[in-house]
């Protein structure tokens, strides 16, 4: 039988995700979902979006203690 990965946060519910910086099993409810924008001259032209549809975004899933500590721009 497979072992379940406790979060490393709350150390309650199984992680079903696992954070981008340091790498430590998160759950749904610990997980932080950071957007940065895309500042790439392929995305924007002139300062606006070329496209109302797809944003250059990425997103990063995170802990709460690397969301504190790390500059994500």
């Given at each position: 039988m497979a072992e379940q990965k406790l979060c490393g946060i709350c150390g309650k519910v199984e992680a079903t995700e696992v954070c981008s910086v340091c790498g430590?099993?998160?759950?749904?409810a610990c997980v932080?979902?950071?957007e940065i924008p895309e500042e790439s001259l392929g995305y924007q032209m002139?300062?606006?979006t070329l496209s109302?549809?797809?944003r250059g975004t990425q997103v990063k899933k995170v802990c709460d203690k690397c969301l504190a500590e790390v500059e994500f721009i």
């Open positions: 430590i099993p998160l759950c749904t932080r979902k950071v002139k300062g606006t109302p549809i797809r």
